[in-house]
T-cell receptor, first 114, second 114 residues
């Protein structure tokens, strides 16, 4: 069965610091999709990014960047120059190709202090 | 316009009662889901429907019964509520597995069983 591990339960940084959230997955599938979702204190789940197993290009979106490495089964998320509004729980998730089921990691709670 | 909406947002009830949570999406998606987020923030899929047909049922007690009157709605009915049912329940939708897209989540319903 597929498994998603977010080893960092909680991270606390000071505003403007860079922070990387780790995500490691286990699978025997050849086709799969990886996701990051943000859950701010208000509780909703906000989609951030999707990556498929055939696309190892890193992606940058403003202060956010993602590093997908199949060799280490990792899909890490970096926030550059963090802001207080980045405080949230961040979830990494996995979906097998052809399946509707999203498997979530346990989440990393990020606190950005002013 | 709200993409995925759920009602109610909060639900407080006594053990043994029966309650329903409603979900509607106006995205034209074919697939809808219910997830449960427990007190430790762990997110787990419960059900998935594709065009009103059940495609995922993740070992959920049969006190939980999803109902999809049409592909834009997926309601969750819970019989004989127990203390352990207290959680946040999220509805989500996606275009469908063949399109390999992300899932869009509703705002969540916080259920408290007393």
């Amino acid at each position: 069965a597929q498994k998603v591990t977010q080893a960092q339960t909680e991270i606390s940084v000071v505003e403007k610091e860079d922070v990387t959230l780790d995500c490691v997955y286990e699978t025997r599938d050849t086709t799969y999709y990886l996701f990051w979702y943000k859950q701010p204190p208000s509780g909703e789940l906000v989609f951030l990014i999707r990556r498929n197993s055939f696309d190892e290009q890193n992606e940058i979106s403003g202060r956010y960047s993602w590093n997908f490495q199949k060799s280490t089964s990792s899909f890490n998320f970096t926030i550059t120059a963090s802001q207080v509004v980045d405080s949230a729980v961040y979830f990494c998730a996995y979906r097998q190709g052809g399946s509707e089921k999203l498997v979530f990691g346990k989440g990393t709670k990020l606190t950005v202090n002013p | 316009d709200t993409a995925v909406s759920q009602t109610p947002k909060y639900l407080v009830t006594q053990m043994g009662n029966d309650k329903s949570i409603k979900c509607e999406q106006n995205l034209g998606h074919d697939t809808m889901y219910w997830y449960k987020q427990d007190s430790k923030k762990f997110l787990k899929i419960m059900f998935s429907y594709n065009n009103k047909e059940l495609i995922i049922n993740e070992t959920v007690p049969n006190r939980f019964s999803p109902k999809s009157p049409d592909k834009a709605h997926l309601n969750l009915h819970i019989n004989s509520l127990e203390l352990g049912d207290s959680a946040v329940y999220f509805c989500a939708s996606s275009p469908g597995v063949t399109l390999n897209n992300e899932q869009f989540f509703g705002p969540g319903t916080r259920l408290t069983v007393l």
